[in-house]
């Protein structure tokens, strides 16, 4: 239950400002773009810090810096409901997001350390299912309560709700195994370069990093411009339908387990090649006049990302050194998350020049170059055959 709630947490806020981009950009006589920031700043946040906290795991105890992570999002979550301008919202948003990385990071390893290697994987999977539930929670209260009373109490109550988790992990999650401290010093930040450098050397890992970008800009990209045409002729949508799009995540949480079963049949460049072309119909569906359609449309798209998620994901454990891969997860982690703040941003400029559907043929364009990346850079090396030797 404290694992699961860690995903709960670290998730809650991240995208809660989704369904209210149309009621912000109203509110303080912003541009679309300058809404968008609002999710950007956040993801932004977690890119930059991610590989911050990947060393403070090494050097501090995890459940200390997990339940300080949880408060630390609380915090300037409370504080944004104090916002009076578009830019102290984005300020606040910037630093909830430089917390989330201190959950994330650490939930992962403290989960490898404290339980037996026979259940790891099913620990990891009520990690993930409070990822996908904290997320789905955030985006749909958040847009629920703005509409009944204010965004302010959106954030108040999103706030006071992350405060509570945090006493529930403080009392629940054991504080775990007592480890010795990791040396520390110009040696080993020596060999944390060199190990970056060469991992960027490598062809497969860099289009697995390219592949994580365009996942997360793919799902943020769509979700966050698509409130501005749903809230616009003809479809008119409210705050709280907007945030009730959100449900369309459920079907992906059941879809993503059984494709998983299956990439391990098809292979890896197949089930992403799957994954990404289902994506991108999706993505082409949302330009259909029906609502209904539309929301095919986005079940597909989240469907078809959480699968390309569990296939990256896959790939960089094959592909990363096996001294190598904490480190490889970081740099896909903010690689991931770069992706999230260029999705929140960039569309702006095609929303400009020809709204919803401009967008969608950058978005699709997107992922048809991650395809591409992914079935080049995704080949496995030749095998070195060793030369025949010469009879006597």
């Not at 060999?191 to 890992?205: A, E, I, K, M, P």
């Not at 699968?307 to 904490?326: C, D, F, K, M, N």
């Not at 998350?337 to 978005?363: E, M, N, R, S």
Request: proline content about 6%.
């Amino acid at each position: 239950m404290a694992v699961t709630l860690c995903g709960v947490c670290a998730f809650l806020q991240l995208y809660c400002t989704q369904p209210l981009l149309p009621l912000l950009t109203r509110l303080f006589h912003a541009s679309k773009t300058g809404a968008g920031m609002t999710v950007s700043a956040a993801t932004l946040g977690v890119a930059l810090s991610a590989p911050v906290f990947g060393a403070l795991t090494e050097r501090l105890a995890r459940k200390r810096v997990i339940v300080a992570s949880i408060v630390g999002i609380a915090i300037p979550t409370l504080l944004a409901a104090t916002s009076t301008s578009l830019a102290q919202l984005i300020f606040w948003r910037f630093l909830q997001g430089i917390m989330v990385p201190g959950i994330v990071a650490v939930v992962i390893t403290y989960i490898g350390e404290e339980w037996s290697p026979d259940r790891v994987a099913l620990i990891m999977s009520f990690y993930v299912s409070g990822t996908a539930l904290g997320g789905f929670i955030g985006r749909i209260s958040a847009g629920i309560l703005a509409d009944w009373f204010s965004w302010r109490v959106s954030f108040l109550a999103l706030g006071a709700a992350s405060l509570a988790g945090a006493a529930a992990v403080a009392a629940w999650l054991p504080h775990g195994r007592r480890r010795p401290a990791p040396p520390a010093g110009p040696a080993t930040q020596l060999t944390f370069f060199y190990q970056v450098q060469g991992l960027f050397r490598s062809r497969r890992l860099v289009a697995t990093f390219a592949v994580g970008f365009n996942v997360l800009f793919s799902l943020v990209g769509v979700f966050t411009w698509i409130t501005f045409h749903l809230s616009a002729a003809p479809f008119l949508l409210s705050t709280t339908a907007l945030s009730s799009l959100f449900f369309v995540y459920l079907i992906g949480l059941i879809v993503t387990p059984a494709a998983g079963f299956l990439i391990t049949r098809v292979g890896l460049r197949a089930g992403i090649a799957g994954a990404i072309s289902c994506s991108m119909a999706g993505v082409l569906l949302t330009l259909a006049p029906s609502l209904l359609v539309v929301i095919l449309g986005l079940t597909l798209l989240s469907s078809g990302v959480f699968i390309a998620q569990t296939a990256s994901q896959s790939h960089l454990r094959v592909a990363a050194p096996p001294g190598a891969r904490v480190t490889a997860a970081g740099l896909y982690l903010t690689c991931y998350y770069l992706g999230g703040t260029a999705a929140g941003v960039v569309p702006g400029a095609f929303w400009a020049i020809g709204k919803w559907p401009a967008c969608v043929a950058f978005i699709v364009v997107m992922q048809a170059a991650a395809l591409a990346i992914a079935l080049i850079g995704w080949r496995a090396p030749k095998p070195v055959w060793p030369a025949p030797q010469q009879n006597p």
